[in-house]
């Protein structure tokens, strides 16, 4: 199977940054997404990565490393509303997405 | 563009009964549907990936009897749970897939289940 490494919970305060990391081992690679899931509610779209190097949009940015199974999300000026869950996931040679565990932002003011 | 419809949002049903979930893409052609099952707190899991007029392909450890899933089109895959028991109360969510890259993988807003 796939495996997908996230850390479990990260605490930040509003204004700060946060980098959450995403190690991976799978069976090809066909892109690496970052979502952000509140509770409740179904998983938005975030970032997606298929070449190395580091994508930027607003607030947040994507890296990813290939080489190295590595990627990373970074909030930047971070809000209230960005207290949510962060999923990595990857796609490997079957098309299908696994997830990791999802990391847990908390921000507080 | 890429949206994908799912309903209903939230359903409660007893023990014993089926209960369908309908995932529909609205604009785009899904050659491929992900069902996925969450519990609190915890990632998604695959259950099951099913491709237009053929027969879902399901994950290890999920019964396929038990987790009806039909794609008759290309824009609507169903996930009927058979039998439901209060064990299978979770978030279900699908995943529309019309091609590879960004847009390939369209969530759906997801199903609260409850099964009392």
């Known amino acids: 199977g796939q495996n997908i490494d996230q850390p479990t919970e990260m605490t930040a305060t509003e204004g700060a940054i946060v980098q959450i990391n995403c190690t991976y081992q799978t069976s090809g690679f066909n892109g690496l997404f970052w979502y952000q899931q509140h509770a409740g509610e179904a998983p938005t779209f975030l970032s997606y990565n298929v070449l190395d190097g580091l994508e930027e949009k607003g607030r947040f940015s994507s890296f990813l490393s290939r080489s190295k199974g590595y990627s990373y999300l970074l909030l930047k000026e971070l809000q209230m509303k960005d207290s949510a869950s962060y999923l990595c996931a990857v796609v490997a040679n079957d098309y299908k997405l696994s997830f990791g565990a999802g990391t847990t932002v908390t921000v507080r003011a | 563009g890429a949206v994908v419809s799912q309903h209903p949002s939230r359903v409660i049903c007893k023990s014993g009964t089926s209960v369908k979930i309908e995932c529909r893409s609205l604009?785009?052609?899904?050659?491929?549907m992900f069902w996925y099952r969450q519990f609190p707190k915890k990632s998604l899991m695959l259950m099951a990936t099913?491709?237009?007029?053929?027969?879902?392909?399901?994950e290890q450890g999920v019964e396929k009897d038990k987790f009806l899933i039909n794609h008759a089109s290309l824009t609507l895959s169903t996930l009927t749970v058979t039998s439901a028991h209060p064990e299978d109360s979770s978030f279900y969510i699908c995943?529309?897939?019309?091609?590879?890259?960004?847009?390939?993988?369209?969530f759906g807003s997801g199903t609260r289940l409850t099964v009392v």
């Open positions: 995943s529309a897939s019309g091609g590879q890259g960004a847009r390939g993988y369209t």
């Open positions: 604009d785009f052609q899904a050659t491929t």
């Open positions: 099913s491709n237009e007029g053929s027969k879902a392909t399901y």
